[in-house]
Nanobody
Framework: VQLQASGGGLVQAGGSLRLSCVVS????????MAWYRQAPGKQRDVVAT???????RYADSVKGRFDISRDNPKNMLYLQLNKLKVEDTAVYYC????????WGQGTQVTVSS
């Protein structure tokens, strides 16, 4: 399985970004999917999850600001990031929620004050 995340960048606090992830080779539409993030010196944490039929859950730190979605026919996962904060700075990864596949490179999100 290959996971390719994109859409990161440098943005000012309060701004928005939309991350995309294409999943190749896995049974995308059968899996709970997730966005994770890892800040420098910290562990990788789950940010948001989405079930095959679209049920979503969010970490408390991003609830109300981030929106996870998926397009099953296209094997695509998305994360809309709004009202970004400096503490959202991290590398963002996509993967399935349970028994993650081999990790891709992720996409860097940097939020400046």
């Amino acid at each position: 399985v290959q996971l390719q995340a994109s859409g990161g960048g440098l943005v000012q606090a309060g701004g928005s970004l939309r991350l995309s992830c294409v999943v190749s080779g896995g049974k995308f539409n059968e899996n709970n999917m997730a966005w994770y993030r890892q800040a420098p010196g910290k562990q990788r944490d789950v940010v948001a999850t989405i079930s095959p039929n679209g049920e979503t859950r969010y970490a408390d730190s991003v609830k109300g600001r981030f929106d996870i979605s998926r397009d099953n026919p296209k094997n695509m996962l998305y994360l809309q990031l709004n009202k970004l904060k400096v503490e959202d700075t991290a590398v963002y990864y996509c993967n399935r929620q349970f028994l993650p596949w081999t990790w891709g490179q992720g996409t860097q999100v940097t939020v400046s004050s």
